[in-house]
């Protein structure tokens, strides 16, 4: 073999050693990123076990995620007194901190908290009350009020939580439905107040229970100039003040509705012609006060002080009006039956009459089920 020929054989069997060496290679370092994969999945499973980090903007929604989420969840919420504008509010390095710390962030929306939405992770989850009933800035950001934005964030909560821990999602679903039920009774008592009240009227100092009263269908005569003015925040003109106290003075309103997060002078002297006047005020705080366990519990007692305050003598039994007008009475025997069946078809009478389903059933579950998410403007 000449010198030619074994200096090219020496150079092909380099060059198959040396491709056999990066194979070799290659092949080893794809085991090796196998492991570490494996490893990183592994880690990553660990980290979604375990209760779940939830930070809330308002202790409204906050109380609301501790309903649904359970022992499952710990809960904080960075803006919970009474005491403060939230509207003003700035929060500490602190909760800015807690939030960037959150596995799931639950804010309001509509401009009200925009410093939650813009201090979390990137890797956290957000649920939002505007994003879900479609709420824009400039709109009336008082959504925990609305019976809309809760049943909608309910179960938005509830889905999230299930994706952060899919192995709870029994858990959560089972929460969320003794959540609706209490909700549905709410709705009814407030649908079944609309209704014997379809006259009832009401001014507002400013529009925080805006979506709570239009819920139960009461009609807002609030001076519209007084009204865009304390929205926009501008300057009240005096005799936009002047036609809402003579509005008062002649008793022209059921209720006086007073947000006591934005007192102001002219605030006092709406409620103190109020007053003079024997117009019934409610008061009404955008942060839920800490007396009361859960978001619902704080807007049954509101709806019972509006119930009070426009009708005394108004009877909230819950049975009332929601009798089945083709079910026997067990109580019916001999001669009584005769006098009950009487009853029944009085009942089923009224019932037909108080329900807006007009079929007859009586069952007034419901009734109300159009959507005030769209309504956001309070001046209009």
């Not at 290659?26 to 979604?48: F, L």
């Not at 929306?109 to 939650?116: Q, S, V």
């Not at 309910?154 to 209490?182: C, G, I, M, T, V």
């Not at 003079?276 to 007396?291: A, G, N, T």
Request: net charge negative; glycine share 8%.
């Amino acid at each position: 073999m000449t010198t030619d020929h074994r200096t090219r054989a020496l150079r092909g069997g380099l060059a198959a050693l040396l491709a056999s060496a990066l194979l070799l290679a290659a092949g080893a370092c794809g085991v090796t990123n196998d492991t570490d994969d494996q490893q990183d999945s592994q880690t990553k499973v660990q980290t979604k076990t375990g209760v779940i980090t939830v930070v809330s903007s308002v202790n409204q929604w906050g109380s609301l995620a501790e309903e649904i989420g359970g022992s499952d969840v710990k809960v904080t919420s960075i803006l919970s007194s009474t005491g403060v504008d939230a509207h003003d509010f700035e929060p500490k390095t602190s909760d800015l901190a807690t939030l960037s710390k959150a596995e799931i962030v639950v804010a309001n929306g509509a401009g009200y908290d925009t410093w939650a939405t813009k201090s979390r992770s990137a890797d956290s989850t957000l649920v939002s009350a505007a994003q879900i009933v479609g709420a824009m800035d400039g709109d009336n950001p008082h959504l925990w009020f609305s019976k809309d934005a809760r049943s909608g964030m309910a179960k938005e909560l509830a889905d999230a939580f299930s994706k952060a821990r899919p192995k709870k999602r029994k858990a959560f679903a089972k929460r969320l439905k003794e959540w609706q039920a209490n909700e549905d009774e709410l709705d009814a008592a407030m649908t079944k107040f609309a209704k014997a009240h379809p006259d009832a009227t009401y001014g507002a100092t400013e529009a925080v229970a805006y979506y709570l009263m239009s819920d139960m269908s009461l009609e807002d005569v609030t001076p519209k100039g007084y009204a865009q003015a304390v929205a926009n925040g501008g300057e009240i003109a005096p005799a936009d003040l002047q036609t809402f106290q003579k509005l008062i003075e002649g008793r022209k309103l059921d209720v006086l509705v007073n947000n006591t997060q934005e007192a102001t002078d002219a605030t006092n002297m709406l409620t103190g012609a109020a007053g003079r006047s024997d117009v019934p005020v409610v008061d009404v705080s955008e942060q839920m006060p800490s007396k009361y366990d859960s978001l619902d519990d704080w807007i049954e007692a509101l709806a019972e002080q509006i119930f009070e305050a426009v009708d005394p003598d108004y009877d909230d039994d819950s049975n009332d009006g929601q009798t089945d007008p083709d079910a026997p009475d067990a109580d019916a025997t001999g001669d009584d039956a005769s006098a009950d069946q009487s009853d029944q078809s009085a009942d089923s009478g009224d019932a037909t009459t108080g329900c807006s389903n007009g079929d007859g059933t009586g069952d007034c579950t419901g009734a109300n089920d159009g959507s005030n998410a769209g309504q956001q403007d309070p001046g209009k």
